[in-house]
């Protein structure tokens, strides 16, 4: 069974908002020692669409977990030229 040290958040997100560190941290807790539950039982507890709960942990598998996925993000970005996303360089 799940033992969470603080609940998930009660407000209704937005398709579009940003999901802050520690909530992110307590989602992927949660995936991680889920038990019975199915992952969209989780995604429904901290109120995350399912799109968004695919790319971050999609995200997680590519960049690894937290603490270390800004500085391998910012590595990609120095090899590659960013992302691919928004307007291109100058």
Same mark, same amino acid.
């Given at each position: ?25 307590? +989602? +992927?807790?949660? $995936? !991680?020692?889920?038990? !019975?539950?199915?992952?969209? !039982? $989780?995604? @429904?507890? +901290? ?20 603490? !270390? @996925? ?16 928004? @307007?291109?360089?100058?």
């Amino acid at each position: 069974s799940l033992v969470r040290m603080t609940s998930p958040p009660s407000q209704k997100r937005s398709s579009n908002s940003h999901l802050d560190t520690p909530t992110r941290a307590r +989602f +992927f807790q949660a $995936i !991680d020692q889920r038990g !019975d539950k199915t992952k969209r !039982d $989780i995604y @429904r507890e +901290f109120n995350i669409p399912h799109t968004t709960a695919y790319r971050l942990l999609q995200q997680r598998s590519k960049y690894g977990k937290l603490a !270390d @996925r800004r500085s391998k993000l910012r590595e990609y970005k120095k090899e590659h030229g960013g992302i691919g996303s928004g @307007r291109p360089r100058k």
